[in-house]
Structure formats: structure tokens, C-alpha cells
């Protein structure tokens, strides 16, 4: 049991000593950011459910892989805060408060939709690539029937942040169980969904490594200050 406690706080320590005070001290108005957040993906499913209300948001909001890019580069934003209504909308609220807040504690309010916006854009980049190869290609390629997919959420944003989040507090154990489930999501049910979790991984390990080496070219040459020499960066609020 005492390792297993160890084990525990080595990975998960950094991380309850960031939230926890942050929590106590300011508990909501510490993540005005994402409140503001589910705020904005409440309404926007209320109005999507409506019959006045349902063409807008799949104007302003819709992704799909056959629509032009310049359309899907403009939608993609907000796409990341219109839940899809075939699943429970609280699940989708539930990522945004628990992975965002924790985010935005630990990483700021402009690094947490950054690299939200570049697992999001990644997947949706990633669709076209898909269905341009083809199902033929093994892994990486799509039907085309894809093209056709309306491809909105939080999820992509979720699970590159919850990676993001695990390189940066060293809990590199909880962003490779991340990693693992959704390869094992793309085996037991390959779908765009799926494949899409995996290119916003990608993305974000791309991220990791170059932020690593920046660090390490940092640490040699003396510049990198605290960040460089623990590997770990000061928490911010």
C-alpha cells in the first residue's frame, strides 16, 4: 500500500499541489475561463436543439471534411463547443469543467485554448487527409462516406490537453493511459471520431517534444531559469 501511495503522489502530486489551493482559495472565479466555457456550450446546445435555432449553429459551427476549408477553418472554433446531439450533453460539459479548469489553473488562460484550439484544429485537418487516402489505406485512411460527418465537440480539445497536462506535471503514466484508451478506442470501433482523438495526440506530442527540446537548449545554455532545470514550469493562475 505504501508504494502504491508513492506511486500515487509522484504522479499525481504536482498536479493536487497546483488545484487544490488555487480551488480553496478562489473555487470558481479561479477558472473564469472555463465557466465562461460551459457557459457558451450550454446555450449553444439549447439553441441547437431548436427547431428555429438548429441551422444556425450548423452554419456558424458544423465541421464537416467536404465542406471548403476557408468554411471549416472559420467554424472550427466554435465547433469545439457544440456537443453533438447524439450523445449525453452533460458528458461533453463535464470534460470541458473538469479538463479545462484543471488546465487553465496550470497552464494559463492563453497556453489552455491554444493548445485546445490545436488538438481541435488537428483532428479537423486530419478528416480531410483521411478521406482523401481512402479507405484502402490501412490506419489512416477514411471512407468516404466521412466527408459527410458533422464533426463538433470537445472531446479532441479534452484528450490533447489532458496529454498536454500530463507531459507538463510529469504524470506521464495518466497522459499514456489517455493515449492507450484511445488507441484501443480506434481498434474496438474505428470511426472518424476515434482517428481524430488520435491526430489531436499527435499534434500535441509534436508540441511536447519541440517545448522539451527548447527546455533543454534552455538549460545548457543557462537561460531557462527554474523551467529549465526541473523540467517542470512554474504553475500559473
Same mark, same amino acid.
Given at each position: 500500500?505504501?508504494? +502504491?501511495?508513492?506511486?500515487?503522489? $509522484?504522479?499525481?502530486? &504536482?498536479?493536487?499541489?497546483?488545484?487544490?489551493? $488555487?480551488l480553496a482559495r478562489r473555487r470558481l472565479?479561479?477558472?473564469?475561463?472555463?465557466?465562461?466555457?460551459? =457557459?457558451? =456550450?450550454? !446555450? !449553444?446546445?439549447? +439553441?441547437h436543439r431548436r427547431t428555429w435555432g438548429y441551422g444556425f449553429i450548423e452554419e456558424v459551427g458544423a465541421v464537416r471534411a467536404e465542406d471548403p476549408l476557408w468554411a471549416a477553418l472559420l467554424r472550427t472554433p466554435l465547433s469545439l463547443f457544440v456537443p453533438a446531439l447524439d450523445l449525453p450533453v452533460w458528458g461533453a460539459l463535464a470534460q470541458i469543467l473538469?479538463?479545462?479548469?484543471?488546465?487553465?489553473?496550470?497552464?494559463?488562460?492563453?497556453?489552455t485554448p491554444a493548445v485546445a484550439y490545436l488538438a481541435t484544429l488537428a483532428g479537423t485537418l486530419y478528416a480531410r487527409v483521411g478521406?482523401?487516402?481512402?479507405?484502402?489505406?490501412?490506419?489512416? /485512411?477514411? &471512407?468516404? %462516406?466521412?466527408?459527410?460527418?458533422?464533426?463538433?465537440?470537445? %472531446? $479532441?480539445?479534452?484528450?490533447?490537453?489532458a496529454v498536454y497536462l500530463g507531459w507538463r506535471l510529469r504524470a506521464y503514466a495518466t497522459a499514456g493511459? +489517455? !493515449?492507450?484508451?484511445?488507441? !484501443?478506442?480506434?481498434l474496438v470501433k474505428e470511426n472518424l471520431a476515434g482517428k481524430e482523438h488520435l491526430a489531436a495526440i499527435a499534434a500535441v506530442l509534436v508540441?511536447?517534444?519541440l517545448r522539451a527540446v527548447r527546455q533543454r537548449r534552455s538549460a545548457? %545554455?543557462?537561460? /531557462? /531559469?527554474?523551467?529549465g532545470r526541473s523540467g517542470v514550469p512554474p504553475i500559473q493562475s
Open positions: 500500500m505504501n508504494r +502504491v501511495a508513492r506511486a500515487a503522489r $509522484a504522479e499525481w502530486g &504536482p498536479l493536487y499541489a497546483a488545484v487544490r489551493p $488555487a472565479r479561479a477558472v473564469p475561463m472555463t465557466v465562461a466555457a460551459v =457557459a457558451l =456550450a450550454t !446555450v !449553444v446546445h439549447l +439553441v473538469l479538463v479545462f479548469g484543471i488546465a487553465e489553473i496550470c497552464l494559463g488562460k492563453r497556453r478521406v482523401a487516402l481512402g479507405p484502402d489505406v490501412p490506419l489512416a /485512411g477514411l &471512407p468516404c %462516406s466521412d466527408a459527410r460527418v458533422v464533426d463538433t465537440g470537445p %472531446s $479532441a480539445a479534452v484528450v490533447g490537453l493511459a +489517455v !493515449v492507450v484508451a484511445m488507441i !484501443v478506442e480506434v508540441l511536447c517534444g545548457r %545554455s543557462g537561460a /531557462g /531559469g527554474g523551467e
